[in-house]
């Protein structure tokens, strides 16, 4: 709505089932390019804000299952390249807000399940490069605030 959008190119795909969804308002995007892929699978979501965005490349992908949820609200940013990935399972979140990102490249990767979550507001950023991982498990967190970076 307002502007948002979904692209897919070269394969890209976005998929919802069984009560999953990706929401996109005000500008918000998500774009998937050259195999990368948004899975939202039991009831799982992706939301898109205010010209957040999330954008998978080169077969990164972003996962949500069995609740869990990815939110990008005011600017804030997920960026998935060369394998990088982004996984929330059974409650578990990343949210972005204020430009906040989450960036993983090179076959690194945000994992959060049983309600762990991974939080980046007012220019905070988690950044995964070469292989590295943040991983939030049984309600661990991370939270990165005023252009604090992990």
Known sequence: ??????SCMDGGSVSCMDGG??????????????GGSVSC?????????DGGSVSCMDGGSVSCMDGGSVSYMDGG????MDGGSVSCMDGGSVSCMDGGSVSCM???SVSCMDGGSVSCMDGGSV?????????CMDGGRVSCMDGGSV
């Open 21 to 34: 969804s990706v929401s996109c308002m005000d500008g918000g995007s998500v774009s998937c390019m050259d």
């Open 127 to 135: 950044s995964c490069m070469d292989g590295g991982s943040v991983s």
């Open 77 to 80: 940013s997920v960026s998935c």
């Open 1 to 6: 709505m307002d502007g948002g959008s979904v």
């Open 106 to 108: 090179d076959g690194g």
């Open 41 to 49: 699978m039991d009831g799982g979501s992706v939301s898109c804000m």
